[in-house]
């Protein structure tokens, strides 16, 4: 059984930090691509980051890059999102996706976490 399970998740000011963990179980780590999204209330989901196979390769929305950054440890099947400079306008449920073509920009993954709040006051 495939399991994605996002932490790190909670409530923080205008230019805090958080730093979100994607840890994943039931499949090979190292052949899938990682994927964050997030959800705020009345909008689609949309594209915050995504990470290849062996984590070299990395991709942002505009709206996140220098601030966010995605890392994963394959010994541990986990990746994690860094949130930097955090703004009211981040203020969403956050999901990771696992997706074996690797890189996606799009919410075509595979599998995906149950997501985890992140509410940032101003």
């Known amino acids: 059984q495939v399991q994605l399970v996002e932490s790190g998740g909670g409530l923080v000011q205008a230019g805090d930090s958080l730093r979100l963990s994607c840890a994943v179980s039931?499949?090979?780590?190292?052949?899938?691509?990682i994927g964050w999204f997030r959800q705020a209330p009345g909008k689609e989901r949309e594209f915050v980051a995504t990470?290849?196979?062996?984590?070299?390769?990395?991709k942002y929305a505009d709206s996140v890059k220098g601030r966010f950054t995605l890392s994963r440890v394959n010994a541990k099947n986990t990746a994690y999102l860094q949130m930097n400079s955090l703004k009211p306008e981040d203020t969403a449920v956050y999901y990771c996706?696992?997706?074996?073509?690797?890189?996606?920009?799009?919410?075509?993954?595979?599998?995906w976490g149950q997501g985890t709040q992140v509410t940032v006051s101003s």
């Open positions: 996706a696992a997706d074996p073509r690797g890189i996606l920009l799009t919410p075509g993954y595979m599998y």
């Open positions: 990470i290849s196979f062996s984590g070299i390769t990395t």
């Open positions: 039931g499949l090979t780590f190292t052949s899938y691509g």
